[in-house]
C-alpha cells in the first residue's frame, strides 16, 4: 500500500487533493470594451473586480473557520499577463520576469530581486480587510496571488481556452513555472490554500479588498478596492441531518476539506474516497443543503485542472456567459455543474483521457531513431520523516520520503504495455516520435505488472526508479522494495524547458494506468513534468531500525537498469543528505536544506 504526497507533513504523508476553488461569475458591466488594434497599448492592463457585491460564508460548528473566498478576480485586456518564474539551480534564488508580448515582439521585463521566493504565486498581492456591522475592524491581512487561479472568460470573443497552466506548483524543488492570466480572462485573487481559515462569528460584515501599492505601481494597476457585503451564517451537520438522509460520515468526507480524496494508497484511490458518483454531487441529491468546500492541499501544479490530484472531486460550473448580471442566473450557473467536472475547470471542458495505446503490439523490427527523447532526472527527497511499523511491522522504525522523477525533455516518454492472452505481465515498448510527432521507431523495455492489492489495482511499469539509503561514505545501506511504477504527470516540475506542455493529460491514475483486464496500457511522462511517489510504508520506506545513528544520503535514481531510451544518463541520480538520531521506538531525523531550499 503506497502513498504519493508531494506535501507530505506529518508521519502519515499523503497525497494532496484538488484545491477547491470558486467559480467564476463575471458581470457585463466591469468589463471594458476590447482595445482598438492601432491604439492599443503594447503591456496588459490588469484591474481587480469583483463578481457579486455579497456573498454568503459558512461557519461549521464542529471544524470552525471561515474561507474568505470573496469573489473577486483580476482581469487582462490589452494582452495577456504573463511571467516566467525560474531558478537556475538549487544554490539559485528564484528570479521572476514579466513576458510582454506585442504582435511577434517578445520583451522581456525582470520584476524586482527578491519579490518571489518561491512558485506559488505572488506574495502579499492582495490586502483584505473586514470590518464588523458596528464599524470595527475584526480582520486585516494580505493574501498571496497565483495567476494561474481558477479562471473564465471576461468577454465573448476571448479566446476560448487559457493557453496557462491551471494551478501554482509548490513542489519544493519545481525549477521553472509559467503563470498567466490570458487575454480577456479574469483570474481569482483567493489565496485558497495558502491562507488560513479566520474565525468570525455568525452575522455580517463588510471586506474591502484591493491590490497592494508595489503591485499597483510595479503593474499599473488602478487603485480601485472592491467592497463586499459578508453575511457568516453558522452550520452545525447535526442540524441538517434532521432535513436530509444523507449518511453523515459520508458528508463528513465529501465536505471537510476533502479529506477524503487526500490519500492514495499505492498510488491509487484511497480506501475510503467515495466514487465519481457517490462524491459531491450525490450527496446534495439527497436534499440536503451543500456544505460549503475547504480548501484542499496545495496543489503541485502539472494537472490540467486548478489543482492536480488523483481521484474522483466535487464538481465545477462550465463556462459562464460574459453577460452574466443577475444573481438568479449567477446561481443558475452553479446548479448547472454536472458530476466529473474538475474544481476551477471553468471553460467547459472536461478532463481529456490519457493518450491511448496503439491497438496492437508494434511490428517489425525494433529500431531507435535518431529523434528527440525524453531526459529522466531525479529530484531530491523531500516530506522527509521518521515513522513506525505501524500495523504491519509493530516495533521497528522508518524513514519515509517522497520522490520526484521528472522529465526534462525535449520529447515526452511513452511507454505502451501489450498483454499476451492468459499472461500476467504485459511485454512493454518505449515509442519515439519525429519533430511532428509522427511515430517513427520502439523498442521493448522490460514489462509492466498488475498489482491487486486493495488500494492499487493498476498497471505497473517495472524498473523505472529505485531509491537506495546510502551510508555516510555513499556506500547502499538499505534498498527500498518499490520499483515498479504506473507513471502519471503529478508535478509541475519545470515548465521553461523546450517544448514542456502545459497541459498534459494523464494527470491521474484513472487516465494512466488501466484496469485489470486491459488488454494494452499506454503511460506518459511529458516534457516539464514529473511523477511524486510517497515511501510510508513499510516495503517502501528504509527500515532504520538497526542503523546506527549519523549522516546518511537518499538516493533518488531514475532508469536504474539504463532500459529506457533517453538523453542523457548521467544526470539520474539525486542525494538529499539526513542525520538520524534518537533510540529505537522513538528515532529522529534532521534534514539540512539542500543549497538555497531549506524544506525537509
Partial sequence: MMTRSPQGRTNRLTRPS???????????????AAPDAKTAEPTPKLSLIAASTSVTLDSWKDDPGVYLDLGTYLTSENGAFELKVTRKSYKDPVVATQVLRNGKKTTNKALPAGLVKDFSGLPDFAQVSVTDAAGKTVLKQTEAFCPNNASGRIRPEAPAKSKYPQSCPVNPFTLGS?????????????????????????????AKISVTKKYRDLFGIANKPQTIKVTVRERSWEEEEGAAAAPRGAARKSAAGHQGHTGHEGHGQAADAPSAASGHGAHAAHGAPARTEAPATRTTGAGPTFNVGHGPYPPAPPALPWALKKESLQRQAFSAAKVGDRSGQTDGSRQAPGAKPNAKRPTGKAAVPDVPKPDLRSLPAYGITVSDGYEEQPGKDYLAFSANVWNAGPAKLVVDGFRSPGKELMDAYQ??????????????????????????????????????????????????GKEAFCLANT????????????????????????????????EVLDVGSGDTYTQDLPGQSFDITGLPNGTYYIQVLANPENRLKETNHKNNSALRKVVLGGKKGARTVKVPAHHLVNAN
Fill in 491 to 522: 508535478d509541475a516540475v519545470d515548465y521553461t524547458v523546450k517544448n514542456a506542455n502545459w497541459h498534459p493529460d494523464n494527470t491521474d491514475l484513472s487516465t494512466a494506468c488501466g484496469q485489470e483486464n486491459s488488454i494494452s496500457v499506454r
Fill in 431 to 480: 515509442y519515439f516520435y519525429d519533430a511532428k510527432g509522427k511515430q517513427v521507431g520502439y523498442t521493448p523495455t522490460g514489462t509492466m505488472e498488475w498489482d491487486p492489492r486493495s488500494g492499487h489495482e493498476h498497471w505497473h511499469f517495472t524498473d523505472f526508479a529505485s531509491y537506495r539509503l546510502l551510508k555516510a561514505d555513499k556506500k547502499e545501506s538499505v534498498r527500498s
Fill in 18 to 32: 484538488i484545491a477547491v476553488a470558486a467559480a467564476v461569475a463575471v458581470t457585463a458591466g466591469v468589463v471594458a
Fill in 178 to 206: 509559467v503563470w498567466g492570466v490570458e487575454n480577456g480572462w479574469a483570474s481569482n485573487t483567493y489565496a485558497g490554500h495558502y491562507s488560513k481559515p479566520v474565525q468570525l462569528a455568525a452575522g455580517t460584515y463588510t
